[in-house]
């Protein structure tokens, strides 16, 4: 008898506040209900520290207690991570599920994260020494300074990348530097597993600003200042992707006197709605991903997914 094919890939994909782990979860409650179990593997660079719960909107206990989650709660803040760490991590992840005929349903925010996951992504190299030296002379002179030496090297990749996004432009610059040039471009569209199905959350600009806006006064309902306060007595500055964080930057600088909390909340729901649209344009640009209506209760659109596009997978699986 033939081996039966492994279960596929399922990524769901859309903007913050969009509702990707509530239809996660409700897609694999749904699968298990009927023989085909299902995990979720995550693709949010914020989720993996342990501590940033209430400023990335991280499953619950609860939710987590449902469906199982990987890569959720596995580095210190203190951890650099990339997106080729992330890229191995969820491969083996999804490895791992699919060999077990586990179906795994990627979940991520980012088109970066998503592609270099799903598709053919292969990413230049790396030498710390080059990368320690430029750190230190981003210390010492800046961002500004090290975007206009960027932008004298190569306008084109600079004009890629905001000149507030330190990683980036040093990353550039590495890449300038070790190879002669740098491109801000994603590859082709072309998978690099086989089996995959995008579903992107969709919703007007209205409502996800207003649902941003929401959850910003959520977080701080739910006591994110202090939840800052406390990361931060751990090294959560030091960490050079951590302390970068949407609204965990800007609760930085409250609590470092640059800025009032009034003003530390506007900034991160403007900043999110800002990185939101970025999200939705980058994911705009792949033909692949069947787009849904977000404003729908995440059960109801579970099944009406399971009735239509991934009728497929409500057949048990076969082990």
């Not at 897609?27 to 342990?50: C, F, H, K, Q």
């Not at 432009?169 to 890449?175: K, N, S």
Request: proline share 6%; glycine share 8%; net charge neutral.
């Amino acid at each position: 008898m033939p081996a039966s094919p492994p279960p596929p890939v399922i990524a769901v994909i859309g903007p913050t506040a969009s509702g990707k782990t509530a239809l996660a979860i409700a897609l694999a409650r749904r699968l298990a209900a009927v023989g085909r179990p299902a995990e979720i593997v995550n693709a949010d660079s914020m989720l993996v520290y342990r501590g940033m719960d209430i400023g990335t909107a991280k499953p619950t206990p609860e939710e987590r207690a449902m469906v199982h989650h990987h890569l959720v709660d596995i580095w210190d803040i203190d951890r650099t991570a990339t997106v080729a760490d992330f890229q191995r991590l969820a491969r083996e992840a999804i490895a791992d599920c699919r060999a077990r005929g586990v179906l795994p349903l990627l979940v991520g925010g980012s088109s970066l994260y998503i592609r270099a996951i799903l598709d053919v992504f292969e990413f230049p190299g790396t030498d710390p020494g080059v990368r320690a030296r430029l750190e230190a002379e981003l210390a010492a002179s800046g961002a500004e300074a090290m975007y206009a030496r960027l932008r004298d090297l190569d306008a084109g990749a600079a004009a890629g990348i905001e000149p507030n996004n330190e990683r980036r432009i040093v990353r550039a610059l590495e890449v300038i530097e070790l190879t002669g040039h740098y491109t801000s471009t994603l590859p082709e569209h072309r998978y690099a597993l086989d089996g995959v199905t995008e579903i992107g959350l969709s919703l007007d600009r209205d409502v996800l600003d207003a649902r941003i806006a929401q959850r910003v006064e959520r977080m701080w309902a739910e006591g994110f200042v202090d939840e800052v306060r406390r990361l931060a007595a751990h090294g959560l500055r030091e960490g050079r992707t951590a302390s970068r964080a949407l609204g965990y930057r800007q609760v930085l600088d409250l609590l470092d006197g640059v800025i009032d909390e009034p003003t530390a909340k506007e900034l991160t729901i403007t900043r999110t709605r800002r990185f939101a649209r970025k999200q939705l344009g980058w994911f705009r640009r792949d033909d692949r991903i069947l787009w849904v209506d977000a404003t729908r209760p995440s059960e109801e659109l579970a099944e009406a997914l399971l009735m239509g596009p991934l009728r497929g997978l409500l057949l048990p699986s076969v082990t």
